[in-house]
Protein backbone atom coordinates (compact mmCIF):
# COMPACT_ATOMS: atom_id res chain seq x y z
CA UNK A 1 0.00 0.00 0.00
CA UNK A 2 2.38 2.10 0.70
CA UNK A 3 4.86 1.90 -2.47
CA UNK A 4 1.34 2.15 -4.09
CA UNK A 5 0.83 5.54 -2.78
CA UNK A 6 4.28 6.36 -3.18
CA UNK A 7 4.55 5.70 -7.31
CA UNK A 8 0.90 7.41 -7.09
CA UNK A 9 2.50 10.82 -5.48
CA UNK A 10 5.79 10.55 -7.45
CA UNK A 11 3.45 9.94 -10.93
CA UNK A 12 1.62 13.26 -9.92
CA UNK A 13 4.59 15.08 -9.02
CA UNK A 14 6.00 14.62 -12.19
CA UNK A 15 2.99 15.49 -14.50
CA UNK A 16 2.78 18.97 -12.14
CA UNK A 17 5.92 19.18 -13.32
CA UNK A 18 5.30 18.59 -16.96
CA UNK A 19 2.30 20.74 -16.87
CA UNK A 20 4.41 23.52 -15.26
CA UNK A 21 6.98 23.36 -17.74
CA UNK A 22 4.72 23.11 -20.73
CA UNK A 23 2.90 26.05 -19.62
CA UNK A 24 6.23 28.30 -19.27
CA UNK A 25 7.27 27.18 -22.61
CA UNK A 26 3.69 27.43 -24.91
CA UNK A 27 2.93 30.84 -26.84
CA UNK A 28 1.74 33.76 -24.82
CA UNK A 29 -2.02 34.69 -25.85
CA UNK A 30 -2.24 37.52 -23.46
CA UNK A 31 -0.25 39.88 -21.72
CA UNK A 32 0.40 40.44 -18.20
CA UNK A 33 1.66 43.48 -16.61
CA UNK A 34 4.56 42.77 -14.46
CA UNK A 35 5.43 39.67 -15.90
CA UNK A 36 8.86 38.71 -18.05
CA UNK A 37 8.61 37.20 -21.41
CA UNK A 38 11.41 35.90 -23.49
CA UNK A 39 11.62 35.82 -27.56
CA UNK A 40 14.11 35.14 -30.09
CA UNK A 41 15.17 35.47 -33.48
CA UNK A 42 16.54 33.17 -36.20
CA UNK A 43 19.99 32.12 -35.73
CA UNK A 44 22.12 33.85 -37.74
CA UNK A 45 23.20 32.18 -40.81
CA UNK A 46 26.74 30.28 -40.66
CA UNK A 47 25.55 28.39 -37.12
CA UNK A 48 28.81 27.51 -35.73
CA UNK A 49 27.47 26.25 -33.36
CA UNK A 50 24.19 25.00 -31.65
CA UNK A 51 23.53 26.90 -28.84
CA UNK A 52 24.75 30.66 -30.70
CA UNK A 53 21.76 32.63 -29.36
CA UNK A 54 20.55 36.43 -28.77
CA UNK A 55 18.32 36.86 -25.89
CA UNK A 56 15.44 39.19 -26.16
CA UNK A 57 13.26 40.20 -22.51
CA UNK A 58 9.98 42.52 -22.20
CA UNK A 59 8.21 43.44 -19.41
CA UNK A 60 5.25 45.69 -19.03
CA UNK A 61 5.55 47.25 -16.17
CA UNK A 62 2.18 49.10 -16.05
CA UNK A 63 -0.25 50.24 -18.60
CA UNK A 64 2.03 52.80 -20.11
CA UNK A 65 5.48 51.77 -19.52
CA UNK A 66 7.33 48.82 -20.64
CA UNK A 67 11.49 47.51 -20.04
CA UNK A 68 13.21 45.89 -23.12
CA UNK A 69 16.64 44.37 -22.23
CA UNK A 70 18.69 42.71 -25.52
CA UNK A 71 21.69 40.14 -24.12
CA UNK A 72 24.20 39.99 -26.88
CA UNK A 73 26.23 37.85 -24.72
CA UNK A 74 25.63 34.58 -25.54
CA UNK A 75 27.35 33.72 -28.92
CA UNK A 76 30.15 31.62 -30.10
CA UNK A 77 33.41 32.67 -29.01
CA UNK A 78 35.05 33.96 -32.44
CA UNK A 79 31.97 35.83 -33.14
CA UNK A 80 33.77 38.65 -31.48
CA UNK A 81 36.69 39.19 -32.85
CA UNK A 82 35.29 38.12 -36.39
CA UNK A 83 31.80 40.33 -36.06
CA UNK A 84 31.31 42.39 -32.86
CA UNK A 85 33.99 44.68 -32.30
CA UNK A 86 35.75 42.69 -29.54
CA UNK A 87 33.05 43.46 -27.27
CA UNK A 88 29.59 41.65 -25.47
CA UNK A 89 26.64 43.80 -25.57
CA UNK A 90 23.52 44.03 -23.23
CA UNK A 91 20.90 46.77 -24.46
CA UNK A 92 18.74 47.98 -21.70
CA UNK A 93 15.89 50.05 -22.93
CA UNK A 94 13.00 51.92 -21.47
CA UNK A 95 9.88 53.25 -23.10
CA UNK A 96 6.17 54.12 -23.29
CA UNK A 97 3.49 52.42 -25.42
CA UNK A 98 0.14 52.53 -26.03
CA UNK A 99 -2.66 49.78 -26.15
CA UNK A 100 -4.17 49.70 -30.46
CA UNK A 101 -6.59 46.73 -30.93
CA UNK A 102 -4.69 43.79 -29.84
CA UNK A 103 -1.44 45.42 -30.01
CA UNK A 104 1.13 47.29 -27.92
CA UNK A 105 3.06 49.96 -30.18
CA UNK A 106 5.71 51.92 -28.58
CA UNK A 107 5.38 55.62 -28.60
CA UNK A 108 8.80 56.90 -27.04
CA UNK A 109 12.17 55.99 -25.13
CA UNK A 110 12.24 56.82 -21.75
CA UNK A 111 15.80 55.46 -21.10
CA UNK A 112 18.30 53.39 -23.53
CA UNK A 113 21.61 52.30 -21.94
CA UNK A 114 24.37 49.69 -23.28
CA UNK A 115 26.22 47.47 -20.77
CA UNK A 116 29.35 46.59 -23.12
CA UNK A 117 32.13 43.48 -21.52
CA UNK A 118 35.05 42.44 -22.45
CA UNK A 119 34.80 39.28 -25.03
CA UNK A 120 36.79 37.21 -22.72
CA UNK A 121 34.43 36.96 -19.49
CA UNK A 122 31.55 34.75 -19.07
CA UNK A 123 28.94 37.56 -18.42
CA UNK A 124 26.83 37.04 -15.25
CA UNK A 125 25.62 39.15 -12.01
CA UNK A 126 28.55 40.93 -10.82
CA UNK A 127 30.71 40.76 -13.72
CA UNK A 128 32.98 43.96 -14.73
CA UNK A 129 31.62 46.36 -17.19
CA UNK A 130 31.14 49.92 -18.42
CA UNK A 131 27.75 51.23 -19.20
CA UNK A 132 26.98 54.21 -21.49
CA UNK A 133 23.70 55.95 -22.70
CA UNK A 134 22.66 55.35 -26.03
CA UNK A 135 20.28 58.30 -25.89
CA UNK A 136 22.92 60.72 -25.05
CA UNK A 137 25.61 59.58 -28.12
CA UNK A 138 23.15 59.76 -30.56
CA UNK A 139 20.16 61.99 -29.33
CA UNK A 140 19.74 63.40 -32.65
CA UNK A 141 18.08 59.87 -33.48
CA UNK A 142 15.38 60.58 -30.80
CA UNK A 143 14.85 64.14 -31.68
CA UNK A 144 14.07 63.34 -34.90
CA UNK A 145 12.48 60.46 -34.41
CA UNK A 146 14.41 57.76 -36.43
CA UNK A 147 15.31 55.25 -34.04
CA UNK A 148 13.96 51.85 -34.22
CA UNK A 149 10.43 51.18 -32.04
CA UNK A 150 8.40 48.08 -30.88
CA UNK A 151 5.01 46.40 -31.49
CA UNK A 152 4.01 43.29 -29.21
CA UNK A 153 1.80 42.47 -32.12
CA UNK A 154 -1.15 39.42 -31.50
CA UNK A 155 -0.22 37.28 -34.29
CA UNK A 156 -2.76 34.56 -35.36
CA UNK A 157 -3.79 33.23 -31.67
CA UNK A 158 -0.26 34.39 -30.10
CA UNK A 159 2.27 37.42 -29.39
CA UNK A 160 5.37 37.98 -31.25
CA UNK A 161 7.82 41.05 -30.98
CA UNK A 162 8.05 43.02 -34.50
CA UNK A 163 9.22 46.60 -35.18
CA UNK A 164 7.46 49.64 -36.28
CA UNK A 165 8.13 49.21 -40.26
CA UNK A 166 6.94 45.99 -41.04
CA UNK A 167 7.78 46.00 -44.42
CA UNK A 168 11.58 46.01 -43.90
CA UNK A 169 11.64 44.33 -40.21
CA UNK A 170 11.41 40.81 -39.19
CA UNK A 171 9.63 39.59 -36.22
CA UNK A 172 10.64 37.41 -33.31
CA UNK A 173 9.52 34.06 -32.77
CA UNK A 174 6.33 33.84 -30.26
CA UNK A 175 6.76 35.46 -26.83
CA UNK A 176 6.58 33.05 -23.89
CA UNK A 177 7.37 32.81 -20.26
CA UNK A 178 10.94 33.73 -19.47
CA UNK A 179 12.63 32.12 -16.46
CA UNK A 180 14.80 35.09 -15.93
CA UNK A 181 12.99 37.62 -14.51
CA UNK A 182 13.48 41.64 -15.04
CA UNK A 183 13.30 43.87 -12.52
CA UNK A 184 10.89 46.89 -12.66
CA UNK A 185 14.10 49.51 -12.58
CA UNK A 186 16.63 50.76 -14.43
CA UNK A 187 18.61 50.85 -11.66
CA UNK A 188 18.07 47.32 -10.38
CA UNK A 189 19.51 45.99 -13.76
CA UNK A 190 22.39 47.84 -13.46
CA UNK A 191 23.04 46.63 -9.73
CA UNK A 192 23.34 43.31 -11.16
CA UNK A 193 26.79 43.97 -12.42
CA UNK A 194 30.28 45.56 -11.81
CA UNK A 195 29.66 49.13 -13.89
CA UNK A 196 31.30 51.98 -14.49
CA UNK A 197 30.60 54.84 -16.68
CA UNK A 198 32.79 56.32 -19.74
CA UNK A 199 34.09 59.05 -17.56
CA UNK A 200 35.14 56.00 -14.86
CA UNK A 201 32.08 57.16 -12.33
CA UNK A 202 30.54 53.84 -10.86
CA UNK A 203 27.13 53.42 -12.35
CA UNK A 204 25.17 54.43 -9.34
CA UNK A 205 26.33 57.60 -10.01
CA UNK A 206 24.93 57.87 -13.26
CA UNK A 207 21.69 57.03 -12.50
CA UNK A 208 20.17 59.00 -9.80
CA UNK A 209 17.06 59.30 -10.83
CA UNK A 210 14.63 55.97 -10.85
CA UNK A 211 13.46 54.98 -14.07
CA UNK A 212 10.50 52.17 -13.47
CA UNK A 213 8.60 51.01 -10.99
CA UNK A 214 9.66 51.47 -7.25
CA UNK A 215 7.83 49.21 -4.18
CA UNK A 216 4.50 49.91 -6.40
CA UNK A 217 3.96 53.45 -6.16
CA UNK A 218 3.10 55.42 -9.06
CA UNK A 219 5.42 54.36 -11.91
CA UNK A 220 6.48 57.59 -13.50
CA UNK A 221 6.05 61.57 -12.84
CA UNK A 222 7.95 63.45 -15.79
CA UNK A 223 9.09 66.04 -13.44
CA UNK A 224 11.73 63.40 -12.33
CA UNK A 225 13.36 63.49 -15.32
CA UNK A 226 16.45 65.21 -15.96
CA UNK A 227 15.92 67.73 -18.34
CA UNK A 228 19.79 68.98 -20.19
CA UNK A 229 20.41 72.21 -22.15
CA UNK A 230 23.09 72.20 -24.51
CA UNK A 231 25.41 74.63 -25.33
CA UNK A 232 24.13 75.59 -28.68
CA UNK A 233 20.53 75.29 -26.80
CA UNK A 234 19.33 72.34 -27.49
CA UNK A 235 16.96 70.32 -24.52
CA UNK A 236 16.84 66.95 -24.24
CA UNK A 237 14.95 65.07 -21.06
CA UNK A 238 16.16 61.80 -20.04
CA UNK A 239 19.24 60.23 -18.97
Not at 63 to 80: A, G, L, N, R, S
Not at 113 to 121: A, E, G, N, T, Y
Amino acid sequence: MFVSALSVLVACTQIKKGINSMSEDKKITKIEIGETYKATWSKIADEKIENDKVLYYIKFLDEKTFMYVEDDTQHYEEYYSEEHDDIKLISIKLGTYKKSGDNFVQESYLAYDDLVFSPLIDVKKGAIGEVSSFMKKHKEFFEEDMIYKYVIEKYDDYYRIDGNKPKTSKPSDALRISDVKLPDTVEEFLAQYNLTSEDNKKSSDVKPQSYGQSEKKKMFDPAQFPVHREDDGTIWVGF
